[in-house]
């Protein structure tokens, strides 16, 4: 599976961004899929996942982001809202738990 995310940008605090993922040479509808995040000199830490039974969010995000998925476009996405500068960090897409990865998408709030 090949993924690219997109979406990324630089946004005022409070600001809006909504990052998506779109997958390759397989269909992503049997895995679980998922976003991380990382700074500089940091674990990458996950954000949010989503999969057959539904959807989970790291406690830092909870009600300002939310994940979904298209499988017939074989798409991930990640609406973000109410940005914080805490939330600034290269953001990557994950299928299969973290077997396969994208590239990433920088996300700076300031």
């Known amino acids: 599976v090949q993924l690219v995310e997109s979406g990324g940008g630089s946004v005022q605090v409070g600001g809006s961004l909504r990052l998506s993922c779109v997958a390759s040479?397989?269909?992503?509808?049997?895995?679980?899929m998922g976003w991380f995040r990382q700074i500089p000199d940091k674990e990458r830490e996950g954000v949010a996942a989503?999969?057959?039974?539904?959807?989970v969010y790291a406690d830092s995000v909870k009600g300002r982001f939310a994940i979904s998925r298209d499988d017939a476009e074989n798409t991930l996405h990640l609406q973000m809202y109410s940005l914080l500068p805490e939330d600034t960090a290269m953001y990557f897409c994950?299928?299969?738990?973290?077997?396969?990865w994208g590239p990433g998408t920088q996300v700076t709030v300031s």
């Open positions: 989503i999969d057959m039974f539904g959807s």
């Open positions: 040479g397989e269909t992503i509808g049997r895995y679980c």
């Open positions: 994950a299928a299969g738990g973290r077997k396969y």
